[in-house]
């Protein structure tokens, strides 16, 4: 079964702040902002690696993690078997439990359509990630109807899981989520620098604008015209400058209702401005 993943997250820039003494839980710093806490998950930018590991509230945790960890793996597009899913559930489920404030999304793919319950619920049990999941009252959530980060976090359940495909048809795990039912993606594989936007992989019910949206910000070359498609690092400090992430957000707003992305996909997520860049697009610089 193979396995390809995407870890969200905004890398808070600042440390989180436990609230210990107050009777009634309340978290006052969401994701290393106060200002987040009361906005509502649909409406809040995340800045995510693609297929990486790395997630962090310290950006150079972040770039060793992309540099060593599993997901650099999971990019060179190895095979898994559940096992090692679990494992890598479990660095997600230490990574909350040392992060008792971060809202944490997790975006897999579901090439070889495995079973929900009998391989996708499995590993999620056994790491604890799936006490730690969101269960939406009714499917599929708008992008208005959405908690607030705060509400996702006093409730304990601050992970959201989506899978692009198998949860629409599938809903025995209730936790797991169908992806393009709520997120619409720009093109994946883009080679012009300029990212022009466009709606790419979305399904209904839900109109365009009443879904969330993830803007896939890797640029790609055709090696010597062969077709085959590679992202390159040389280009990473341009690709991810404020300037080209802010760029691509504007040129898709159209499509938004004039809403930021949700979702800021980035390789290399190490090199360039990408937390600047979300920090921005959630008026937050
Ligand atoms: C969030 O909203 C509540 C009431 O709606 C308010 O008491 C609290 O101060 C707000 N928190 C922040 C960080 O704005
Ligand atoms: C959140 O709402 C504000 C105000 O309407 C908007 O400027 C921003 O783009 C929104 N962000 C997202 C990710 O929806
Ligand atoms: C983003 O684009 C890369 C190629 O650049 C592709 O491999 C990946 O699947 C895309 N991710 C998403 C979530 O569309």
């Not at 440390?15 to 210990?20: C, I, P, Q």
């Not at 998950?41 to 950006?59: K, M, Q």
Request: with cysteine; hydrophobic share 40%.
């Amino acid at each position: 079964m193979r396995f390809a993943s995407f870890i969200l997250s905004v890398a808070a820039a600042a440390a989180s702040v436990k609230a210990a003494t107050v009777p009634a839980k309340r978290a006052t710093v969401c994701n290393g902002h106060a200002e987040l806490c009361n906005r509502s998950y649909g409406n809040v930018t995340f800045l995510g690696a693609h297929d990486s590991f790395a997630f962090s509230d310290d950006p150079l945790a972040l770039s060793r993690d992309q540099e060593v960890d599993i997901p650099s793996q999971l990019g060179l597009g190895l095979l898994f078997d559940g096992g090692t899913v679990e494992d890598y559930l479990k660095k997600v489920h230490d990574f909350l439990t040392a992060n008792p404030n971060e809202v944490l999304t997790l975006l897999f793919t579901n090439p070889d359509g495995a079973s929900l319950p009998d391989l996708w619920d499995p590993p999620f049990q056994a790491s604890g990630v799936a006490d730690l999941a969101y269960v939406p009252p009714q499917i599929p959530v708008k992008q208005s109807d959405w908690p607030t980060l705060g509400e996702l976090i006093d409730s304990g359940k601050r992970v959201i899981v989506f899978l692009d495909a198998g949860a629409d048809t599938d809903r025995s795990v209730p936790y797991i989520l169908p992806e393009f039912q709520m997120i619409w993606e720009t093109p994946f594989s883009v080679t012009d620098a300029n990212f022009p936007c466009s709606v790419d992989r979305i399904s209904g019910p839900l109109s365009t604008e009443d879904h969330m949206y993830l803007i896939n910000h890797s640029l790609n070359k055709n090696l010597l015209d062969t077709g085959i498609i590679v992202s390159d690092p040389k280009d990473a400090s341009t690709t991810n400058s404020v300037d080209s992430i802010t760029k691509n957000a504007a040129g898709c707003e159209q499509f938004a209702a004039g809403r930021a992305p949700n979702f800021v996909l980035l390789d290399f997520v190490n090199l360039g401005q990408g937390l600047d860049a979300v920090n921005q697009l959630n008026g937050l610089a």
